[in-house]
Protein backbone atom coordinates (compact mmCIF):
# COMPACT_ATOMS: atom_id res chain seq x y z
CA UNK A 1 0.00 0.00 0.00
CA UNK A 2 1.38 3.25 -1.27
CA UNK A 3 1.86 5.73 2.02
CA UNK A 4 1.93 9.64 1.86
CA UNK A 5 1.98 12.40 4.11
CA UNK A 6 -1.18 14.43 3.03
CA UNK A 7 -3.74 13.05 0.71
CA UNK A 8 -5.96 15.78 -1.04
CA UNK A 9 -9.28 14.56 -2.52
CA UNK A 10 -10.37 16.95 -5.12
CA UNK A 11 -8.23 18.72 -7.25
CA UNK A 12 -10.18 21.49 -8.25
CA UNK A 13 -9.53 25.09 -7.17
CA UNK A 14 -8.97 24.61 -3.44
CA UNK A 15 -7.36 21.21 -3.50
CA UNK A 16 -4.65 22.35 -6.40
CA UNK A 17 -3.49 25.15 -4.27
CA UNK A 18 -3.27 22.90 -1.50
CA UNK A 19 -0.97 19.81 -3.29
CA UNK A 20 1.07 22.70 -4.59
CA UNK A 21 1.81 24.48 -1.26
CA UNK A 22 2.11 21.01 0.75
CA UNK A 23 4.35 19.53 -2.38
CA UNK A 24 6.65 23.20 -2.10
CA UNK A 25 7.58 22.54 1.75
CA UNK A 26 8.75 18.77 0.95
CA UNK A 27 5.67 16.83 2.56
CA UNK A 28 4.97 13.99 0.45
CA UNK A 29 1.04 14.19 -0.82
CA UNK A 30 -1.14 12.85 -3.20
CA UNK A 31 -3.77 14.39 -4.91
CA UNK A 32 -6.84 12.64 -6.28
CA UNK A 33 -9.81 14.24 -8.71
CA UNK A 34 -12.43 11.69 -9.65
CA UNK A 35 -12.64 14.11 -13.21
CA UNK A 36 -10.01 15.01 -15.79
CA UNK A 37 -7.93 18.34 -14.48
CA UNK A 38 -9.09 20.23 -15.64
CA UNK A 39 -12.69 19.69 -16.27
CA UNK A 40 -16.34 21.50 -16.62
CA UNK A 41 -18.27 20.03 -14.03
CA UNK A 42 -17.29 21.19 -10.96
CA UNK A 43 -17.05 25.10 -9.38
CA UNK A 44 -13.88 26.58 -10.94
CA UNK A 45 -14.24 26.98 -14.76
CA UNK A 46 -15.74 29.12 -16.94
CA UNK A 47 -12.16 31.33 -17.62
CA UNK A 48 -12.24 33.97 -15.09
CA UNK A 49 -12.97 35.07 -11.70
CA UNK A 50 -13.64 38.03 -9.95
CA UNK A 51 -11.52 39.08 -6.99
CA UNK A 52 -11.77 42.21 -5.04
CA UNK A 53 -10.14 44.15 -2.01
CA UNK A 54 -13.48 45.88 -0.45
CA UNK A 55 -15.14 42.95 0.60
CA UNK A 56 -18.93 43.70 1.05
CA UNK A 57 -19.15 40.59 2.46
CA UNK A 58 -17.38 40.92 5.55
CA UNK A 59 -14.69 43.11 6.41
CA UNK A 60 -12.80 39.69 8.04
CA UNK A 61 -11.78 38.23 4.52
CA UNK A 62 -9.62 41.50 3.51
CA UNK A 63 -6.32 40.23 5.45
CA UNK A 64 -6.68 37.21 3.66
CA UNK A 65 -7.38 38.64 0.49
CA UNK A 66 -3.84 41.23 0.99
CA UNK A 67 -2.45 37.78 1.43
CA UNK A 68 -4.01 36.22 -1.71
CA UNK A 69 -2.83 38.98 -3.68
CA UNK A 70 1.00 38.22 -2.17
CA UNK A 71 0.46 34.60 -3.33
CA UNK A 72 -0.82 34.90 -6.65
CA UNK A 73 1.54 37.19 -7.95
CA UNK A 74 3.76 34.63 -6.33
CA UNK A 75 2.61 31.67 -8.61
CA UNK A 76 2.62 34.20 -11.81
CA UNK A 77 6.49 34.87 -10.94
CA UNK A 78 6.62 30.99 -10.46
CA UNK A 79 5.01 29.28 -13.49
CA UNK A 80 6.20 32.71 -15.72
CA UNK A 81 2.21 33.61 -17.06
CA UNK A 82 0.11 36.13 -16.46
CA UNK A 83 -3.50 34.66 -13.84
CA UNK A 84 -4.24 38.17 -12.42
CA UNK A 85 -5.54 40.97 -14.75
CA UNK A 86 -6.67 44.21 -12.69
CA UNK A 87 -9.04 46.13 -14.15
CA UNK A 88 -10.34 47.58 -11.33
CA UNK A 89 -13.55 46.62 -9.49
CA UNK A 90 -16.75 48.12 -9.00
CA UNK A 91 -19.63 47.24 -6.60
CA UNK A 92 -22.74 48.63 -7.48
CA UNK A 93 -25.74 49.70 -5.41
CA UNK A 94 -27.70 51.73 -3.91
CA UNK A 95 -26.43 53.57 -0.61
CA UNK A 96 -27.67 51.25 1.70
CA UNK A 97 -27.32 48.29 -0.54
CA UNK A 98 -24.92 45.56 1.08
CA UNK A 99 -22.75 45.44 -1.92
CA UNK A 100 -22.32 49.08 -2.26
CA UNK A 101 -22.75 49.97 1.88
CA UNK A 102 -20.53 46.65 2.89
CA UNK A 103 -17.39 47.77 0.09
CA UNK A 104 -17.58 51.21 1.16
CA UNK A 105 -17.55 49.86 4.68
CA UNK A 106 -14.53 47.36 3.93
CA UNK A 107 -12.74 49.75 1.82
CA UNK A 108 -12.79 52.43 5.12
CA UNK A 109 -11.94 49.91 7.98
CA UNK A 110 -8.88 48.90 6.12
CA UNK A 111 -7.96 52.14 4.30
CA UNK A 112 -8.18 50.53 0.89
CA UNK A 113 -7.83 53.15 -2.02
CA UNK A 114 -11.50 53.76 -3.55
CA UNK A 115 -13.93 56.22 -5.04
CA UNK A 116 -17.38 56.57 -5.51
CA UNK A 117 -18.69 57.38 -8.67
CA UNK A 118 -22.35 58.30 -9.55
CA UNK A 119 -23.81 57.74 -12.80
CA UNK A 120 -22.60 59.95 -14.87
CA UNK A 121 -19.41 59.84 -13.72
CA UNK A 122 -18.73 56.44 -14.12
CA UNK A 123 -20.49 56.50 -17.89
CA UNK A 124 -17.82 58.76 -18.79
CA UNK A 125 -15.13 57.24 -17.04
CA UNK A 126 -16.31 53.70 -18.57
CA UNK A 127 -18.78 54.35 -21.17
CA UNK A 128 -20.17 50.50 -21.43
CA UNK A 129 -21.72 51.09 -17.77
CA UNK A 130 -25.23 52.67 -18.52
CA UNK A 131 -26.51 52.98 -14.93
CA UNK A 132 -29.24 55.49 -13.71
CA UNK A 133 -29.42 57.18 -9.88
CA UNK A 134 -30.10 56.31 -7.11
CA UNK A 135 -27.01 53.59 -8.21
CA UNK A 136 -23.88 54.71 -6.65
CA UNK A 137 -20.27 52.52 -7.59
CA UNK A 138 -17.73 52.46 -5.25
CA UNK A 139 -14.40 51.74 -7.27
CA UNK A 140 -11.35 49.95 -6.11
CA UNK A 141 -8.66 49.99 -8.78
CA UNK A 142 -6.96 46.65 -7.02
CA UNK A 143 -9.94 44.72 -8.40
CA UNK A 144 -9.63 42.68 -11.27
CA UNK A 145 -9.47 38.90 -12.71
CA UNK A 146 -7.64 35.72 -11.73
CA UNK A 147 -7.80 33.08 -15.08
CA UNK A 148 -9.34 30.69 -13.13
CA UNK A 149 -8.48 26.86 -15.54
CA UNK A 150 -5.11 28.81 -15.72
CA UNK A 151 -4.84 29.50 -11.83
CA UNK A 152 -5.47 25.38 -11.43
CA UNK A 153 -2.99 24.22 -13.99
CA UNK A 154 -0.50 26.73 -12.27
CA UNK A 155 -1.11 24.88 -9.21
CA UNK A 156 -1.28 21.97 -9.96
CA UNK A 157 2.22 22.13 -12.44
CA UNK A 158 3.93 23.80 -9.05
CA UNK A 159 2.91 20.55 -7.18
CA UNK A 160 3.94 18.05 -9.71
CA UNK A 161 7.03 19.91 -10.11
CA UNK A 162 8.35 20.00 -6.20
CA UNK A 163 7.17 16.07 -6.33
CA UNK A 164 3.30 15.57 -5.64
CA UNK A 165 1.56 12.90 -7.22
CA UNK A 166 -1.66 13.48 -8.42
CA UNK A 167 -3.84 11.35 -10.17
CA UNK A 168 -6.99 12.02 -12.31
CA UNK A 169 -10.13 9.74 -13.00
CA UNK A 170 -9.68 8.27 -9.46
CA UNK A 171 -12.20 9.00 -6.85
CA UNK A 172 -12.48 8.41 -3.18
CA UNK A 173 -14.74 5.92 -1.70
CA UNK A 174 -14.05 6.14 1.80
CA UNK A 175 -11.51 6.19 4.21
CA UNK A 176 -11.22 4.80 7.79
CA UNK A 177 -8.96 5.92 10.53
CA UNK A 178 -6.42 3.94 11.72
CA UNK A 179 -4.51 3.97 15.38
CA UNK A 180 -1.45 5.74 13.43
CA UNK A 181 -3.50 6.87 10.42
CA UNK A 182 -6.08 7.23 7.67
CA UNK A 183 -6.46 4.36 4.53
CA UNK A 184 -8.30 5.67 1.58
CA UNK A 185 -10.16 4.00 -0.73
CA UNK A 186 -10.69 5.16 -4.34
CA UNK A 187 -12.06 3.50 -7.54
CA UNK A 188 -8.08 2.49 -8.25
CA UNK A 189 -6.78 1.37 -5.36
CA UNK A 190 -6.23 1.88 -1.41
CA UNK A 191 -3.23 4.29 0.22
CA UNK A 192 -1.96 5.55 3.52
CA UNK A 193 -1.94 8.73 5.26
CA UNK A 194 -1.13 10.46 8.05
CA UNK A 195 -3.81 13.07 7.30
CA UNK A 196 -6.64 13.47 4.82
CA UNK A 197 -7.77 17.10 3.33
CA UNK A 198 -11.53 17.01 1.59
CA UNK A 199 -11.69 19.76 -0.90
CA UNK A 200 -14.59 18.28 -3.01
CA UNK A 201 -16.64 20.90 -3.76
CA UNK A 202 -20.14 20.35 -4.20
CA UNK A 203 -19.19 17.01 -3.61
CA UNK A 204 -18.28 17.51 -0.15
CA UNK A 205 -22.04 16.99 1.94
CA UNK A 206 -21.96 13.39 -0.19
CA UNK A 207 -18.71 12.44 1.53
CA UNK A 208 -19.28 14.17 5.29
CA UNK A 209 -22.82 13.33 6.14
CA UNK A 210 -22.39 16.16 8.86
CA UNK A 211 -22.21 18.55 6.55
CA UNK A 212 -25.80 18.02 4.94
CA UNK A 213 -27.61 20.80 5.34
CA UNK A 214 -24.49 22.87 6.24
CA UNK A 215 -23.14 22.65 2.12
CA UNK A 216 -25.69 23.30 -0.33
CA UNK A 217 -24.87 22.85 -4.19
CA UNK A 218 -26.76 25.12 -6.17
CA UNK A 219 -27.23 25.19 -10.47
CA UNK A 220 -25.52 28.37 -11.66
CA UNK A 221 -25.58 30.24 -15.43
CA UNK A 222 -22.88 32.09 -17.42
CA UNK A 223 -23.77 33.88 -20.14
CA UNK A 224 -21.32 35.61 -23.02
CA UNK A 225 -22.81 38.13 -25.14
CA UNK A 226 -21.88 40.02 -28.39
CA UNK A 227 -21.50 43.56 -27.05
CA UNK A 228 -22.40 46.41 -29.86
CA UNK A 229 -19.68 48.83 -28.89
CA UNK A 230 -16.97 46.15 -28.37
CA UNK A 231 -14.51 49.13 -27.47
CA UNK A 232 -16.37 49.13 -24.15
CA UNK A 233 -16.19 45.74 -22.62
CA UNK A 234 -12.38 45.72 -23.21
CA UNK A 235 -10.06 44.54 -19.80
CA UNK A 236 -8.83 48.02 -20.66
CA UNK A 237 -12.12 49.93 -20.37
CA UNK A 238 -14.07 48.08 -18.19
CA UNK A 239 -13.89 47.09 -15.10
CA UNK A 240 -15.44 43.46 -13.28
CA UNK A 241 -18.46 44.38 -10.92
CA UNK A 242 -20.92 43.61 -8.67
CA UNK A 243 -24.70 44.70 -8.92
CA UNK A 244 -27.06 44.65 -6.61
CA UNK A 245 -30.46 45.89 -8.58
CA UNK A 246 -33.99 45.83 -8.19
CA UNK A 247 -33.75 41.65 -10.31
CA UNK A 248 -31.39 40.55 -8.33
CA UNK A 249 -27.00 40.41 -8.19
CA UNK A 250 -25.50 40.22 -10.31
CA UNK A 251 -21.42 40.29 -11.78
CA UNK A 252 -19.86 40.65 -14.81
CA UNK A 253 -16.73 40.68 -16.67
CA UNK A 254 -15.39 42.92 -19.78
CA UNK A 255 -14.10 40.85 -22.81
CA UNK A 256 -11.17 37.91 -21.75
CA UNK A 257 -10.01 34.84 -23.37
CA UNK A 258 -13.08 33.75 -25.60
CA UNK A 259 -15.19 36.51 -27.52
CA UNK A 260 -17.63 38.05 -25.81
CA UNK A 261 -18.36 39.93 -22.59
CA UNK A 262 -19.56 37.82 -19.44
CA UNK A 263 -22.41 38.20 -16.79
CA UNK A 264 -24.14 35.89 -14.58
CA UNK A 265 -26.50 36.18 -11.61
CA UNK A 266 -26.09 35.52 -8.17
CA UNK A 267 -28.48 32.31 -7.14
CA UNK A 268 -29.08 32.39 -10.75
CA UNK A 269 -32.95 30.70 -10.21
CA UNK A 270 -32.24 28.98 -7.11
CA UNK A 271 -32.45 25.64 -8.10
CA UNK A 272 -30.54 24.05 -5.53
CA UNK A 273 -29.73 20.31 -6.03
CA UNK A 274 -28.61 17.22 -4.14
CA UNK A 275 -26.16 14.91 -6.62
CA UNK A 276 -23.58 17.23 -8.41
CA UNK A 277 -23.26 14.35 -11.09
CA UNK A 278 -26.80 14.76 -11.71
CA UNK A 279 -26.81 18.76 -12.53
CA UNK A 280 -28.36 19.99 -15.42
CA UNK A 281 -25.87 21.32 -17.29
CA UNK A 282 -27.68 22.53 -20.33
CA UNK A 283 -28.71 26.38 -20.56
CA UNK A 284 -32.34 26.85 -21.30
CA UNK A 285 -33.96 30.27 -22.89
CA UNK A 286 -35.40 30.57 -19.49
CA UNK A 287 -31.88 31.10 -18.08
CA UNK A 288 -31.01 33.50 -20.92
CA UNK A 289 -33.97 35.69 -20.57
CA UNK A 290 -32.51 36.88 -17.79
CA UNK A 291 -30.01 37.41 -18.33
CA UNK A 292 -30.14 39.51 -20.78
CA UNK A 293 -32.87 41.52 -19.55
CA UNK A 294 -30.36 42.70 -17.23
CA UNK A 295 -27.98 43.55 -19.63
CA UNK A 296 -30.24 44.94 -21.91
CA UNK A 297 -31.19 47.52 -18.91
CA UNK A 298 -28.29 48.35 -17.45
CA UNK A 299 -25.34 47.42 -20.28
CA UNK A 300 -27.00 48.54 -23.29
CA UNK A 301 -24.18 48.68 -25.64
CA UNK A 302 -23.29 45.42 -24.21
CA UNK A 303 -27.03 44.04 -25.63
CA UNK A 304 -25.84 41.91 -28.72
CA UNK A 305 -26.05 38.33 -29.62
CA UNK A 306 -25.43 35.52 -27.24
CA UNK A 307 -21.51 33.97 -27.80
CA UNK A 308 -21.92 31.26 -25.43
CA UNK A 309 -23.54 29.63 -22.46
CA UNK A 310 -22.09 27.41 -19.75
CA UNK A 311 -23.70 25.36 -15.99
CA UNK A 312 -21.17 25.73 -13.25
CA UNK A 313 -21.85 24.52 -9.27
CA UNK A 314 -22.25 27.04 -6.07
CA UNK A 315 -21.68 25.29 -2.54
CA UNK A 316 -23.65 27.76 -0.55
CA UNK A 317 -23.74 27.74 3.70
CA UNK A 318 -26.51 28.90 5.55
CA UNK A 319 -24.46 32.27 6.11
CA UNK A 320 -22.43 32.69 3.13
CA UNK A 321 -18.87 32.59 4.96
CA UNK A 322 -16.83 29.45 4.41
CA UNK A 323 -15.86 26.18 6.36
CA UNK A 324 -12.34 25.66 6.85
CA UNK A 325 -12.10 23.40 9.86
CA UNK A 326 -11.18 19.86 11.11
CA UNK A 327 -14.04 17.00 10.32
CA UNK A 328 -16.26 16.80 13.89
CA UNK A 329 -15.43 13.24 14.41
CA UNK A 330 -11.41 12.83 13.26
CA UNK A 331 -9.03 15.59 13.97
CA UNK A 332 -6.73 14.12 10.84
CA UNK A 333 -9.17 15.16 8.59
CA UNK A 334 -9.78 18.22 7.59
CA UNK A 335 -12.78 20.45 5.15
CA UNK A 336 -12.84 22.98 3.21
CA UNK A 337 -16.04 23.86 1.45
CA UNK A 338 -18.89 26.17 1.13
CA UNK A 339 -17.37 28.66 -0.45
CA UNK A 340 -20.93 30.17 -1.36
CA UNK A 341 -19.95 31.83 -4.99
CA UNK A 342 -16.99 33.93 -3.72
CA UNK A 343 -14.17 31.45 -2.98
CA UNK A 344 -11.62 31.53 -6.23
CA UNK A 345 -10.08 34.49 -5.31
CA UNK A 346 -8.78 32.93 -2.20
CA UNK A 347 -7.62 29.40 -3.77
CA UNK A 348 -3.70 30.38 -2.92
CA UNK A 349 -4.34 31.31 0.79
CA UNK A 350 -6.36 28.82 1.51
CA UNK A 351 -4.15 25.76 0.02
CA UNK A 352 -1.97 27.67 2.46
CA UNK A 353 -4.65 27.54 5.06
CA UNK A 354 -4.91 24.00 4.38
CA UNK A 355 -1.54 23.04 4.35
CA UNK A 356 -0.73 24.57 7.74
CA UNK A 357 -3.94 22.45 9.00
CA UNK A 358 -2.25 19.16 7.42
CA UNK A 359 1.56 19.59 8.33
CA UNK A 360 0.96 21.64 12.03
CA UNK A 361 -2.92 21.11 12.68
CA UNK A 362 -2.79 24.93 12.95
CA UNK A 363 -2.32 28.31 10.84
CA UNK A 364 -1.42 31.72 11.85
CA UNK A 365 -4.50 32.95 9.59
CA UNK A 366 -7.47 33.80 11.55
CA UNK A 367 -9.87 31.09 10.32
CA UNK A 368 -12.99 31.50 13.21
CA UNK A 369 -15.06 33.03 10.91
CA UNK A 370 -15.15 29.81 9.16
CA UNK A 371 -15.75 27.30 11.98
CA UNK A 372 -17.95 24.35 11.25
CA UNK A 373 -19.41 24.33 14.82
CA UNK A 374 -20.80 27.79 14.07
CA UNK A 375 -23.83 25.89 13.06
CA UNK A 376 -24.47 23.49 15.47
CA UNK A 377 -24.47 26.22 17.90
CA UNK A 378 -26.82 27.37 15.75
CA UNK A 379 -29.31 24.48 15.95
CA UNK A 380 -28.74 24.07 19.47
CA UNK A 381 -29.79 27.79 19.85
C1 LIG B 1 -20.53 30.66 -12.04
C2 LIG B 1 -19.60 30.89 -10.90
C3 LIG B 1 -19.01 32.12 -10.75
C4 LIG B 1 -18.15 32.37 -9.68
N1 LIG B 1 -17.56 33.59 -9.60
C5 LIG B 1 -16.63 33.82 -8.64
C6 LIG B 1 -15.87 35.01 -8.64
O1 LIG B 1 -16.05 35.87 -9.51
N2 LIG B 1 -14.92 35.17 -7.68
C7 LIG B 1 -14.70 34.24 -6.74
O2 LIG B 1 -13.84 34.46 -5.88
N3 LIG B 1 -15.39 33.08 -6.71
C8 LIG B 1 -16.33 32.85 -7.64
N4 LIG B 1 -17.02 31.66 -7.68
C9 LIG B 1 -16.80 30.68 -6.62
C10 LIG B 1 -15.54 29.87 -6.86
O3 LIG B 1 -15.38 29.59 -8.22
C11 LIG B 1 -15.62 28.62 -6.00
O4 LIG B 1 -15.78 29.02 -4.65
C12 LIG B 1 -14.37 27.77 -6.12
O5 LIG B 1 -14.11 27.48 -7.47
C13 LIG B 1 -14.57 26.48 -5.33
O6 LIG B 1 -13.45 25.65 -5.50
P1 LIG B 1 -13.46 24.17 -4.92
O7 LIG B 1 -12.08 23.69 -5.01
O8 LIG B 1 -14.18 24.17 -3.61
O9 LIG B 1 -14.42 23.37 -5.93
P2 LIG B 1 -14.02 22.66 -7.31
O10 LIG B 1 -13.08 23.49 -8.07
O11 LIG B 1 -15.29 22.22 -7.95
O12 LIG B 1 -13.19 21.41 -6.83
C14 LIG B 1 -13.75 20.31 -6.16
C15 LIG B 1 -13.17 19.09 -6.85
O13 LIG B 1 -13.39 17.92 -6.07
C16 LIG B 1 -13.56 16.87 -6.96
N5 LIG B 1 -14.16 15.75 -6.23
C17 LIG B 1 -15.36 15.73 -5.62
N6 LIG B 1 -15.59 14.54 -5.04
C18 LIG B 1 -14.50 13.77 -5.28
C19 LIG B 1 -14.14 12.44 -4.95
N7 LIG B 1 -14.96 11.63 -4.26
N8 LIG B 1 -12.94 11.97 -5.37
C20 LIG B 1 -12.08 12.78 -6.08
N9 LIG B 1 -12.40 14.04 -6.43
C21 LIG B 1 -13.58 14.54 -6.04
C22 LIG B 1 -14.45 17.47 -8.02
O14 LIG B 1 -14.49 16.71 -9.19
C23 LIG B 1 -13.82 18.83 -8.20
O15 LIG B 1 -12.84 18.84 -9.20
C24 LIG B 1 -17.89 31.37 -8.73
C25 LIG B 1 -18.49 30.11 -8.87
C26 LIG B 1 -19.33 29.87 -9.96
C27 LIG B 1 -19.96 28.52 -10.09
Same mark, same amino acid.
Given at each position: ???????????????????????????????????????????????????????????????????????????????????????????????????????????????????????????????????????????????????????????????????????????????????????????????????????????????????????????????????????????????????????????????????????? =??????????????????????????? =??????????????????????????????????????????????????????????????????????????????????????????
Amino acid at each position: MEAYDVIVVGVGGMGSATVAHLARRGVLVLGLEQYDIPHDRGSSHGLSRIIRLAYFEHPAYVPLLHRAYELWWALEREVQERLLIMTGSLDIGTADSTVFGGALKAARLHHLVHEVLEPEALRRRFPGYGLQAPLLGLYQPQGGLLAAERCLVAHVNTALRHGAHIHGREALQGWESRGDGIVVRTSRGTYRAQRLVLTAGAWTHRLVTQCKGMLQPERQVMIWMQPRVPAHFQIDAFPVFNMAVEEGTFYGFPIYSIPGFKCA =RWHHLEQAIDDPARLDRDCHPEDEAIL =RAFVRRYFPDGDGPTLSMHTCLFTNTPDTHFVIDAHPDDPNVFIAGGFSGHGFKFCSVVGEILADLAQDGSTRHDISLFRATRFHQEVRA
